[in-house]
């Protein structure tokens, strides 16, 4: 769990995604693991089936 300045709380499933987040920089919705990553993704291809 990380809390910003502006209050904001961020939780992390483990120890990769917060490295990820904070020393490494990714931003989830660029990552391609992530469940942020596939929700995207998936509305991008529903719309392109049509």
Known sequence: M???NSG???YFING???KNFLKL???PLQ???T???NKQKAV???GEKK
């Open 16 to 18: 990769k995604a917060l």
């Open 44 to 46: 991008r291809l529903g």
């Open 2 to 4: 990380l809390i910003r």
């Open 31 to 33: 990552t391609k693991w």
């Open 8 to 10: 904001r709380v961020l």
């Open 35 to 37: 469940n942020f990553y």
């Open 25 to 27: 920089g990714r931003k």
